[in-house]
């Protein structure tokens, strides 16, 4: 079958820029009234013209996800398991030649790290892992979620791009969502961003949301890194990555994060700053194309930001976030981050922000069935 | 020799030809389309298909629908 | 508009008016019904002969020679029927095309989802172009789809109702999710009804009864043609704002005014 980068082929830089030079200011209210739009539409509402139309697409936005949603947001947490890292990605703290010492937990310490998150009351947790997959191996994260799936809902996954086969054995051990950031859809600017490691694969990364859909993943998540690429180019992937795995995978529950660039450990020149007010117009954006996807937004925005897009349409936040290996159980806090927090609530923090602005803090939105049942047949040998 | 055709028991001469039951139904074989024991018979071969005691015959044309 | 056509099994069609040929007062009025209707597609059924045919000339002496056939399997209550109606149809020499229609329950006419899926796959694969024509259910017409259907016929209302587009929201949806072209058959009564369905989206629309039972069934059959052209130039055009939800109409409670 055609791949989600055969089709993106179909929407080159150049299509994509003269979409958004030629974008025509005054079909933007006539957009927000329809019930589906069309990639070019999408173009059109993250064009420069369409900001000037920014109050109107919030309110759409906003009944959209009232609609889709309602006044529930779903809260998660990261668990950086290791941060050794093969890739030199000019942007990450990661980066292979940053002389950071590096931490890779053994499984009992990874365990511990998630027993402390699980007392701490969540129930979707997020395993992320450095690019070195002889170290942090597929089996390595399937050894972890075993030992540690019984304590959460749900178990996700942020690492490196892997096999559908590989895919299919950690949903075989519980992991039932995948996220998978492309950074930038530029393959030029990628291969420079890039430079050495498995990650320089353009399409090998691309391709993962596909594979991990393929293989059984329940939920599975995409996102550029703004700031790399000029705004549009990469906003406009990303949203068309999103309405491409929804037509090609209906049971899949896709959904896109939203990270911005922020400062980290090393000297990387942000070229593409995204303000805050066209970052708003992503959001808005987004949600009109895709009125039931997901939106994640992480502790790299700070809070302020956070609370004013839950209206926009954003559904998923983190919290009690730590961006650094072993950074709660074990209190290593000597190694930096692979980006820095802005918004550094707690859960119950968090709790309480969320209902102070009208919204409902999820800490559980889904379970396993597979897992449920055997809670209750257990139940039953009592 | 008995025969049904389109689900009636009919009688028609012994050694009889797809071509001759159209004729006397008064049908141009232009216009109809023959199944004979469940098999489609081309049109070319409507004069040599001979039937046989207990043959089923479809004989089907286009009408009005929507 | 000028060089809007719609391409169905490889064909081109310039008219997006598929008619019927049942329920006229007289066969002979199709013909001039096709002239004012401009279609191209026409739908016929496929039943035993009389034993003595009065009209020997049949519904076939009454459609012009350029007509697209899209043969329909009327009559057929399962797969298995189906496939067999539209072999026949297709021995007739007028070409590959079929519009699949599998009905079972003859009190409410519905078409049966599963037995046209079934139907579906079976004669893509003997080369058949299929148009199914189904209630408008998003897994059905996935099926159908990934079955290789050249288009899905999902019906406005129950067959022969004329009461328009009861089932927008479901077809809006197909609409939406589809690759194929969306042809909305059945319950289509006013051309305003065709107009919307257009206006939506819709690739075309099939009409028989609202025309062959209007008074005037020419009249009425240039009026279908009016009103899809209507709707088809609307969708193309893309509609504007209905609300005033223009620029500097700001709501009490501004979202984004923490930007500021």
Redesign the interface.
């Known amino acids: 079958m055609e791949t989600f980068q055969e089709y993106l082929a179909s929407w080159p830089l150049d299509r994509r820029d003269e979409g958004a030079q030629r974008a025509n200011g005054k079909s933007v209210p006539a957009l927000l009234e329809r019930e589906s739009l069309r990639p070019e539409d999408f173009l059109t509402l993250l064009s420069p013209v369409a900001a000037d139309y920014l109050e109107a697409m919030a309110q759409r936005a906003h009944e959209l996800t009232l609609r889709y949603f309602g006044r529930a947001v779903n809260i998660f947490t990261p668990l950086y398991i290791s941060d050794v890292c093969t890739n030199q990605c000019r942007y990450c703290g990661f980066n292979a030649k940053n002389p950071q010492k590096r931490r890779h937990l053994s499984v009992d310490e990874a365990v511990a790290e998630a027993a402390f998150i699980a007392d701490r009351g969540f129930q979707h947790i997020l395993l992320l892992t450095g690019d070195a997959r002889k170290l942090s191996s597929p089996e390595y994260i399937a050894a972890v979620v075993r030992r540690i799936k019984a304590r959460f809902a749900s178990v996700g996954i942020e690492v490196y791009s892997m096999t559908t086969a590989e895919y299919a054995s950690l949903v075989a051990v519980g992991v039932d969502s995948m996220t998978m950031f492309q950074e930038t859809y530029s393959p030029e600017l990628y291969a420079w961003l890039h430079p050495v490691g498995p990650k320089h694969d353009y399409g090998f990364r691309l391709n993962a949301p596909q594979r991990a859909a393929e293989g059984g993943m329940r939920s599975v998540g995409v996102g550029a890194l703004l700031g790399l690429e000029t705004f549009v180019r990469d906003a406009f992937a990303t949203g068309l990555h999103a309405w491409w795995l929804q037509r090609h995978y209906p049971g899949v529950d896709v959904s896109v994060s939203i990270p911005r660039i922020c400062p980290h450990e090393g000297n990387f020149a942000v070229q593409h700053t995204v303000d805050d007010r066209t970052f708003v117009q992503y959001v808005t954006a987004l949600r009109c194309f895709l009125p039931r996807a997901g939106i994640t937004c992480s502790s790299r925005e700070s809070a302020f930001m956070r609370d004013h897009l839950v209206p926009l349409g954003v559904t998923r936040v983190s919290a009690g976030v730590s961006t650094v290996v072993g950074g709660r159980a074990t209190q290593d806090m000597h190694n930096p981050g692979q980006f820095e927090i802005t918004d550094r609530r707690s859960l119950p923090e968090m709790i309480a922000s969320l209902s102070g602005i009208g919204y409902q803090a999820v800490l559980k939105d889904w379970e396993d069935p597979a897992e449920s049942s055997l809670g209750s047949s257990s139940l039953c040998a009592i | 020799m008995e025969v049904t055709i389109?689900?009636a028991t009919e009688h028609v001469a012994e050694n009889a030809t797809v071509a001759d039951v159209l004729a006397t139904?008064?049908?141009?074989a232009t216009?109809?389309?023959v199944?004979h024991n469940g098999n489609?018979v081309?049109?070319e071969t409507f004069a040599s298909v001979r039937l046989t005691v207990g043959d089923r015959l479809?004989?089907?044309?286009?009408?009005?629908?929507? | 508009m000028q060089n809007d056509s719609l391409v169905l099994g490889g064909v081109v069609l310039k008219s997006r008016l598929f008619i019927g040929t049942g329920k006229y007062g007289s066969d002979s009025l199709v013909p001039a019904v096709v002239e004012a209707s401009g279609a191209e597609v026409i739908t016929v059924a496929m039943r035993r002969v009389e034993k003595s045919a009065s009209d020997a000339q049949g519904i076939m002496g009454h459609i012009p020679q350029h007509m697209r056939l899209l043969p329909n399997t009327s009559g057929a209550r399962n797969a298995q029927e189906a496939v067999r109606l539209a072999r026949l149809a297709r021995a007739a020499g007028c070409g590959d095309w079929v519009k699949i229609e599998v009905i079972s329950d003859v009190r409410h006419l519905l078409p049966d989802g599963y037995e046209t899926a079934r139907a579906t796959e079976t004669l893509v694969k003997e080369g058949f172009t299929v148009l199914p024509y189904i209630n408008p259910d998003l897994y059905v017409a996935r099926a159908c789809v990934e079955a290789g259907a050249c288009a899905v016929m999902p019906l406005g209302a129950p067959i022969g109702t004329n009461r328009g587009l009861r089932t927008k929201e479901m077809i809006a949806i197909l609409i939406e999710e589809l690759d194929v072209p969306i042809v909305v058959d059945a319950g289509l009564g006013r051309p305003s009804h065709a107009c919307e369905a257009m206006e939506m989206g819709a690739a075309a629309c099939l009409v028989n009864t609202a025309i062959a039972s209007a008074d005037d069934p020419v009249g009425m059959a240039r009026a279908f043609a009016e009103a899809i052209r209507a709707g088809r130039g609307a969708w193309l055009a893309g509609p504007g704002a209905m609300k005033a939800r223009a620029q500097g109409a700001e709501a009490s409670s501004p979202l984004t005014g923490f930007l500021r």
Do not use: L
Request: aromatic content about 10%; proline content about 5%; hydrophobic content about 35%.
């Open positions: 389109n689900g139904y008064g049908h141009k216009a109809v389309v199944e489609i081309p049109r479809e004989i089907v044309h286009f009408v009005g629908g929507g």
